[in-house]
């Protein structure tokens, strides 16, 4: 089967969300972790493939071109349209990447205008007049604006897109986005022949994003979050009854977690309050040279397999600004990517066949350490958080790989326990 749609998403776990939401379209998907190349294969019979980098922080001329990479691989799938996934927050710097990498995607397409959404009204992101709200509070005024690379403090789409490109961005407004299909395509062409090439659309509702999807389906390269990636995938014609999938594999069940965010430290206090095994990493010690991971595995094999487990360097922001302060933000984060990718190897070969990792950051790490290159996307545990399958060489692997703020409080209990 030929790609009906492409999508190309800035980090390990917007890949998962966005896959996700393809899913909920209909739409049979798959998942490539990294840039892709003329080994990299597909599940068979998928209408969608989302490639997962992890250029939402890298330099945007590295960006750019792991970008240009995954959209020549996805045409030569037959992808028509592809689709540059961000994540709901807008984190990004005056440098890029969004705006950088979506000019690469419509240059090498040829595109004169695209739409940027980032409106996911189901996780309470929304757009009105040009603003990201995160629930009822301004993104520059919510707990979400303390991103640990990237902070946001500014809600101002066109003008945040402004300052990342060369190009005019205009918007669509509500009001108009609420007459339909139809007045927002007239408004696309119109900004289009202003000399717009960037259109920033308000959303308040999936309905919205049902609309901006129908109207955006003929455009060569669209850019958002999930929700307008599950607007457009709806306005694909239906191709009949999707193949039947895994379930979550039998077996021992761990999460790994590296996020900081407020939602991750709520599932980890929820996770330790269910009386379940918990171990905190010092990543401290690991810089100075202490074997945390021969720690920890020593650890793990104390427990009771009957049960999951959770291993996190997952930090307060006060404890994580210490860290930083003692080893600066960029070797902080290797310190805990290089913790959790050794120890994610480590467990799967002792035989743990459920892993859950929260963090985008930490799922690159993890996927590249069990050099996992291509999942097959099924069940949602919570909305953006589905269940992923692979084969490594240690067997069939359940993967879940949870975005920082996604997912309720009791979800890393919620998913092993009841897939045990």
Not at 114 to 125: E, F, I, M
Not at 367 to 391: C, F, N, S
Request: glycine share 10%.
């Amino acid at each position: 089967m030929t790609l009906r749609i492409g999508c190309i998403a800035d980090d390990f776990t917007g890949g998962t969300d966005v896959a996700a939401a393809f899913r909920r379209a209909g739409l049979r998907t798959a998942l490539v972790f990294g840039a892709p190349d003329d080994t990299t294969t597909l599940p068979a019979d998928c209408d969608a493939a989302v490639v997962a980098l992890k250029s939402r922080s890298t330099p945007a001329d590295e960006a750019v071109a792991d970008s240009l990479t995954a959209q020549r691989w996805l045409w030569s799938k037959g992808a028509a349209q592809v689709y540059f996934k961000y994540c709901s927050t807008f984190d990004s710097t005056p440098q890029g990447n969004i705006g950088p990498v979506t000019d690469a995607l419509l240059d090498a397409a040829g595109g004169a205008v695209t739409v940027h959404c980032p409106a996911s009204p189901p996780n309470g992101r929304t757009v009105y007049q040009g603003h990201l709200f995160v629930h009822d509070q301004l993104l520059s005024d919510s707990p979400l604006r303390h991103h640990p690379l990237n902070p946001m403090t500014d809600s101002a789409l066109v003008r945040l897109l402004s300052a990342q490109t060369r190009h005019r961005v205009g918007l669509v407004d509500w009001a108009t986005v609420r007459r339909g299909v139809a007045a927002v395509r007239e408004a696309i062409t119109a900004h289009q022949q202003a000399g717009v090439r960037h259109v920033v659309a308000d959303a308040l509702t999936d309905d919205d994003l049902a609309v901006l999807g129908a109207a955006a389906l003929e455009l060569p390269v669209v850019a958002g979050a999930a929700g307008l990636g599950e607007g457009l995938g709806h306005a694909y014609p239906a191709t009949g009854p999707a193949p039947a999938e895994p379930t979550p594999s039998q077996g021992r069940a761990a999460v790994l977690a590296g996020s900081c965010s407020a939602r991750t430290l709520e599932q980890i206090a929820q996770f330790y309050a269910a009386g379940l095994p918990s171990l905190h990493l010092d990543v401290l010690a690991a810089a100075s040279g202490r074997d945390v991971t021969g720690e920890a595995l020593a650890w793990y094999d104390a427990q009771d397999a009957e049960l999951p487990v959770l291993i996190y360097a997952s930090a307060s922001p006060e404890e994580l600004a210490a860290v930083q302060a003692q080893l600066g933000v960029t070797e902080a984060a290797a310190q805990v990517e290089e913790l959790l990718g050794t120890l994610a190897s480590h467990l799967v070969e002792r035989g743990v066949r459920r892993l859950l990792v929260a963090g985008g950051e930490t799922s690159g790490a993890v996927t590249t350490a069990l050099g996992v290159r291509a999942v097959l996307v099924g069940e949602e545990a919570d909305p953006g958080v589905p269940w992923t399958y692979a084969t490594t060489k240690n067997r069939d692997l359940a993967l879940m790989l949870k975005s920082g703020n996604f997912g309720a409080p009791d979800l890393f209990t919620r998913a092993l326990m009841e897939t045990k």
